[in-house]
T-cell receptor, first 118, second 115 residues
Framework: KAGVTQTPRYLIKTRGQQVTLSCSPI?????VSWYQQTPGQGLQFLFE???????NKGNFPGRFSGRQFSNSRSEMNVSTLELGDSALYLC?????????????????FGAGSRLTVL | DAKTTQPNSMESNEEEPVHLPCNHS???????IHWYRQLPSQGPEYVIH???SNVNNRMASLAIAEDRKSSTLILHRATLRDAAVYYC????????????????FGKGTKLSVKP
């Protein structure tokens, strides 16, 4: 079974530009989450998508957005890039459980997309 | 959300058992205890999870205290490949219909394994 695939793996942008990152979940997984990892803040939740709808959102500015397609693939976009957006962006997929059992839900992470903003 | 407390770092010798502790004194009755690890230059990897009873899988064992205020991840024979940052995370209900809730990562325990 193929894992979670994130593209591109590495990219360099300049301040003010925008970037789009892609995530293909494990086949059959319908829920996709995005996380940002920086040395200073660690791993922080960005947003979660299920059935093409954002279900949960972390505390990030509106420059960070995402979407999910009917095949469960997801993209995230960061507009007007700032130096502080340099980070490893991680996508995770899962097969959702009912709300009562959601605490048992297990995520499978991709290798991440490393963004450097100059 | 309930928080967890882990030591910043631990060292182990190769082929010896490793016990990684985690305190979660504010855990609620519906919170599952999850462990993930992150190897260098990779995304986090699921290790194990449990609710009340001890759990075993091919990677590790999870020992949960009777009052659930602490837990221990046990690697039975550490290998060099087990050198990673280990995160102990509490996971409860999702926020609303369809949401699985998000994982709240702390700083984790950096495990070093000596040959």
């Amino acid at each position: 079974k193929a894992g979670v695939t994130q593209t591109p793996r590495y990219l360099i942008k300049t301040r003010g530009q925008q970037v789009t990152l892609s995530c293909s979940p494990i086949s059959g997984h319908r829920s996709v989450s995005w996380y940002q990892q920086t040395p200073g803040q660690g791993l922080q939740f960005l947003f979660e998508y299920f059935s093409e709808t954002q279900r949960n959102k972390g505390n990030f500015p509106g420059r960070f957005s995402g979407r999910q397609f009917s095949n469960s693939r997801s993209e995230m976009n960061v507009s007007t890039l700032e130096l502080g957006d340099s980070a490893l962006y991680l996508c995770a997929s899962s097969d959702p459980l009912g709300q009562v059992n959601s605490g048992a839900n297990v995520l499978t992470f991709g290798a991440g997309s490393r963004l450097t903003v100059l | 959300d309930a928080k967890t407390t882990q030591p910043n770092s631990m060292e182990s010798n190769e082929e010896e058992p490793v016990h990684l502790p985690c305190n979660h004194s504010t855990i609620s009755g519906t919170d599952y205890i999850h462990w993930y690890r992150q190897l260098p230059s990779q995304g986090p990897e699921y290790v194990i999870h449990g609710l009340t009873s001890n759990v075993n899988n091919r990677m590790a064992s999870l020992a949960i205290a009777e009052d659930r205020k602490s837990s221990t991840l046990i690697l039975h024979r550490a290998t060099l490949r087990d050198a990673a940052v280990y995160y102990c995370i509490l996971r409860g209900y999702g926020n609303y219909g369809g949401s699985q809730g998000n994982l709240i990562f702390g700083k984790g325990t950096k495990l070093s394994v000596k040959p």
